[in-house]
């Protein structure tokens, strides 16, 4: 998909690898919605050249708990880098559908962190 044309995603997100200073780009991520029958993909993405997936899943979500899972592995192997953490998942609710959720990841080979983005 073509995310400089596509709509924006309820929940979106960004990497910034803290080791470089720099975006992660190439970082696949996974959205989950936690539903009765367990955890259901219901998008993914790429993160681009500015570490961002701005169209990773519906344009619309329900109140409810979500995770998105990271594969920092992945990210870290095609730089020669050994990290600690061969995937970072995330949960969090969204209670307010009226609301855009942003959920920013840093990371570095063995350290990471996340915060409630706007």
Known sequence: MDESIAVRSHITTHILDTGTGRPASGVKATLEANTASGWQEIGSGLTDADG??????????EAGRYRISFETGDYFGKQGTETFFPTVSIDFYV????????????????????YRGS
């Not at 997936?53 to 519906?58: F, L, Q, S, T």
């Open 95 to 114: 209670n307010d559908i009226a609301e855009h959720y942003h959920v920013p990841l840093l990371i570095s080979p063995f350290a990471y962190s996340t």
């Open 52 to 61: 961002r997936i701005k169209a990773m899943g519906p344009t619309q979500v």
